[in-house]
């Protein structure tokens, strides 16, 4: 069981009159399903790159299991918006890029690309160039490329932003299909509140001004999908819409404060 | 310098006629720079045969085009200054490829540390930016105090021309690299050094190899001037040894060759271009 905790974090950007995110506290562990909402200004991806090691906190740690962290690594692999991915390598390549880091030989690599993309459903891609590919294919490939990395947590960052509704779904279904397998903590920013609701174990109410947290809320919907029922169930849910307009409550009275 | 300046503003024209969806009722904007490009021509050469064939301009300065073809027949099979064409061509080709090399040496690793470090854009930023303005006729006589009058010497002024644009394209290619990929590597473990190797190299090759093309032109238009002194073969040499004994046809045959040349050097980058970085442009 690993423990990724962000201690009363504050990242206080230079030149800024206030700062991004204030004396906030999110803990993540294995298993651990936590999407991060609120409007934009909230602080949410500063709290995803200082959970990540990319912004160094200006107050407040970042630990993982007890230990302050001060740069990224391969424990907490990311996942972005933008899927950056490397153009430059095809998509096994890209797979596997962290054992390339490792020195793993290639045909051990090769091996891992394969298993990878039939996890993420891709199998039989990996000699295709990344520009060749569609936005819901390259965000799988992203996903795939963090989790050959074996990480504790995997933090994304709008995963499925970019994606359109169809594509969306498919994508929740399998972030959760990922996240059920492998026994990661997720910290997953969102502006879907379908999403949050459907996906989290937690969810976490950011407000702007500066960002802090104003609720958290927990949410067994994306367990009971891991359990077998299905997706469209699970949303006729009378409970799932009630939910929904609790978040969308909290989410607004954090604009009121 | 002018012709690679034309061709990339005739694809930027092309790419832009094509999108709407090919038509070919109008000419567009490509197809009449081709004919205006093309009319330019043999209205030149119009001009260059009727003043060769009704005398108006003597020999001595301007030469009938067919006294230049045949003088390319014969200095092709028989040479001049005791090297055929195909050697001149060849020392030439040897020249510029060397200083290409050595200038890639130098400069890819510098234009790399201006971009990536703040001290080394401290050290080699003024270097490059002394450098680049100066004309390669003024440290010729320099590079010869230094380095005598072989062939380092020659080798070396080129070279030195191509050193700037080389290193100004890789920093600002490293200056250009996506920092979602630099982060995304280092969050799956990449050290400093791998962030250089797997990275942000790569991002700056579509960079460098532009570098790389801006040079070949510097360098291949920087030839005459390496060949000044105590050469025994090259295009440059030719030219000038033709000039000095007024035998204005070798000399006009000579700039053709170094253009035509240019031209062939310019489209090969082009391929190679397309080969190396295939990814270029479709982000």
Sequence with gaps: ?257 | MTLSVEISRDVAVENAAERPGGKRAKPSAKQLARIASALTIAGLLLVWIAAAHFKLVSPVFLPAPSAVLWKFYSVATNGFVDATLWQHLLASLLRVFAALLLALIVAVPAGIAIGVSAIGRGIFDPIIEFIRPIPPLAYLPLVIIWFGIGEPSKILVIAIAMLAPIAISTAAGVKGASLDRINAARALGATRAQVVRHVILPSALPSILTGLRIALGAGWSTLVAAELVAATRGLGFMIQSAAQFLVTDVVIMGIFIIAIVAFILEIGIRRLERMVVPWAGRE
């Design chain 1, 1 to 257: 069981m690993a423990h990724l905790f962000l201690d009363h974090v504050s990242v206080h950007y230079d030149g800024q009159a206030q700062p991004a995110v204030t004396q906030t506290s999110i803990s993540v562990r294995s298993g651990d399903f936590v999407v991060l909402v609120g409007r934009s200004g909230c602080g949410k991806t500063t709290l995803l790159n200082a959970a990540a090691g990319l912004v160094p906190p200006t107050g407040g740690t970042v630990t993982v299991d007890g230990k302050t962290i001060t740069a990224p690594g391969a424990d907490r692999a990311v996942v972005f918006q933008n899927d950056a991915l490397f153009p430059w390598l095809n998509v096994r390549d890209n797979v596997s890029f962290a054992l390339t880091l490792r020195g793993v030989p290639l045909r051990e690599r090769d091996a891992a690309a394969v298993r990878l993309l039939e996890r993420v459903k891709l199998d039989g891609i990996g000699g295709k160039a990344i520009w060749e590919l569609s936005g819901g294919m390259r965000q799988r490939i992203g996903l795939a490329r963090a989790l050959a990395a074996e990480p504790d947590f995997l933090l994304m960052d709008e995963p499925l932003g970019a994606l359109d509704a169809l594509t969306r779904e498919r994508m929740q279904t399998l972030l959760l299909d990922i996240w059920a397998a492998n026994a990661v903590g997720v910290l997953m920013v969102t502006h879907g509140i379908d999403e949050a609701l459907l996906l989290a174990t937690r969810i976490v109410v950011l407000a702007p001004g500066p960002g802090r947290v104003v609720r958290e809320i927990e949410a067994g919907f994306g367990r009971r999908y891991a359990g077998g029922e299905p997706v469209r169930s699970i949303k006729a849910d009378p409970a799932f819409n009630q939910a929904r307009a609790e978040l969308e409550d909290s989410i607004l009275e954090g604009e009121a404060a």
